[in-house]
């Protein structure tokens, strides 16, 4: 029986009530957060360390300023949230892979002046070019001088605010709750405002839409940076809002180290991509992932192969499909209700519209309005305007078919389609049909200008005996027009991809023009 429903009325709450709240149902003496140093934290002393820390950050900021966060996926950087939000402070998440010029325009658009660090992460990180390039524009704050100027008083004030916590979760439901900033797999990065309410609010769509597959004994292990939705929301504000306890973990590319402290959690969920799940499942040794029952994936297509090798972990994979601006979960197939090749339903309280795309037949382009929708985006041009979706509705930018079941399969970005011969070329679709050619290789498919047909089809690959002419035989096999068929295929010894685990696809664009000549 599912004892979690989703009511609107619940989300109306702000980061750090919601936070209060749970604290209450769940109970102080609860454990709800562990990361790689295995120092566990109840709910208790995660509201007293926000509220400590929270009180110090505040001397240092000013009430509703934008304070950046650059902290890695760990206990620290929920304390850290928690602390901003409940003091009335709006923490925008730096994705500290991006490079300095990234950086320096996130800065920018979201108006940061702070910018909270560690000092260990920094090192660790090799980070101090990053730092010493936003100390230009932004005043560095280190968690460890913080926490060095904590004395006796200050942890006697939290204990007392400790026990009236609830009067530091009053902040607007609708105001400001997080910045996040988009992967910029498409273009350049945008700055996304999400509310409160926001975020709350999917924290309790996926608590509800996964039912009594998930209860308050599980435990859930999320090795997906903070900075991204899909870790900043499925796997740390999902579980620690709806009591189930979240193992926090600083890089998914550890591929060795995962397995082991999952095996070391008695870890019963798991949140990754398609591209982190392949890497786990080869290097887990014997038992490591025994304990997960399911593996909610994200951000990229699930691959047939990738299911296989899960398969003899008797794992059940569940594939969903979200985007930043809906913070960000939107629709995922459930134990209970899956379709091979969707990603499954939508969340409770989302609705959707498809509005018709030239030269698609099937399907649409995907519009979703719901309580996770965000308040809008940051503009660089329009300084302290906020560019607010039109009507509350978000044009995801992507293809979709739903079919009577309520089952969403996305065909493609609208971006990643390419008109050649005056025909609608799905790239996601090509790179599909590679796939099931040229198994355990990562495949990338990019249109470039054609002087004579629009544009034409490459082939990125890893595969290093890929060549045309069997991929010309086995489209005819399955059916695929020649027109389908890329002109040209470069092969490199790694595809491009970005901290959240999705196809840099701009990096790897510039990689095919580059090598045009080649080809």
């Known amino acids: 029986m599912n004892d979690f429903h989703f009511d609107i009325a619940r989300t109306r709450r702000s980061l750090f009530g919601a936070l209060v709240a749970a604290s209450e149902t769940y109970g102080k003496a609860r454990i709800i957060l562990e990361d790689q140093e295995r120092n566990p934290l109840t709910y208790g002393r995660l509201v007293l360390g926000a509220l400590v820390l929270g009180r110090r950050l505040a001397h240092v900021t000013q009430d509703r300023e934008r304070v950046g966060l650059m902290l890695p996926s760990a206990v620290g950087a929920a304390v850290a949230l928690f602390a901003l939000s409940a003091f009335g402070r709006v923490p925008a998440l730096l994705n500290f892979t991006a490079g300095i010029r990234n950086l320096k325009a996130a800065c920018a658009v979201a108006g940061l002046k702070t910018v909270v660090t560690s000092r260990r992460f920094v090192d660790q990180a090799k980070l101090d070019d990053v730092v010493a390039a936003l100390e230009e524009t932004c005043r560095i704050v280190y968690l460890e001088d913080v926490r060095g100027e904590v004395g006796i008083l200050d942890k006697l004030r939290g204990v007392a605010d400790r026990m009236r916590a609830g009067r530091f979760g009053l902040a607007d439901p609708d105001g400001e709750g997080v910045v996040l900033f988009t992967s910029g797999s498409e273009g350049l990065p945008k700055a996304v405002l999400l509310s409160h309410a926001n975020l709350v609010a999917n924290a309790y769509q996926i608590r509800a839409h996964a039912g009594a597959h998930f209860s308050t004994q599980d435990v ?169 979706p039109p009507g509350g509705w978000h044009d995801t930018g992507d293809i979709v078919t739903v079919d009577e079941g309520g089952f969403v399969t996305i065909r493609g970005r609208a971006k990643r389609f390419a008109k050649i011969g005056g025909e609608m070329v799905s790239l996601a679709a090509v790179e599909a049909m590679v796939s099931n050619l040229w198994e355990g290789a990562s495949h990338v498919v990019v249109s470039l200008p054609d002087p004579r047909k629009g544009e034409q089809l490459i082939l990125v690959t890893d595969r290093a005996d890929a060549e045309r002419e069997s991929l010309l035989v086995h489209a005819r096999h399955v059916g695929f027009p020649e027109l389908w068929v890329p002109r040209a295929i470069l092969v490199v010894g790694q595809i491009p991809v970005m901290a959240s685990g999705k196809i840099d696809h701009p990096a790897t664009i510039e990689l095919a023009k580059t090598n045009r000549a080649m080809l």
């Open 220 to 388: 859930l292990f999320n090795p997906l940076p903070v900075f991204h939705s899909f870790g900043l929301t499925a796997g740390t504000l999902m579980g620690v809002l709806t009591g189930i306890k979240v193992v926090m973990y600083p890089s998914p590319l550890h591929y060795r180290q995962v397995p082991k402290l999952i095996s070391e959690t008695r870890a019963t969920i798991l949140l990754a991509t398609d591209t982190f799940l392949q890497g786990y499942a080869r290097a887990a040794g014997e038992g490591d992932l025994a304990s997960v029952r399911f593996v909610v994936a994200g951000a990229e297509r699930v691959k047939d192969e990738t299911r296989a090798m899960w398969r003899p972990y008797g794992t059940t994979l569940l594939e969903g499909y979200g985007a930043t601006e809906c913070a960000p979960v939107l629709a995922c197939n459930t134990p209970d209700a899956q379709a091979p090749g969707s990603v499954g339903r939508f969340l409770p309280g989302i609705a959707h519209r498809l509005e018709p795309v030239e030269g698609i037949a099937a399907g649409g382009r995907l519009h979703v309005s719901g309580p996770n929708v965000m308040l809008g985006y940051l503009s660089a041009d329009r300084p302290g305007q906020i560019q607010t």
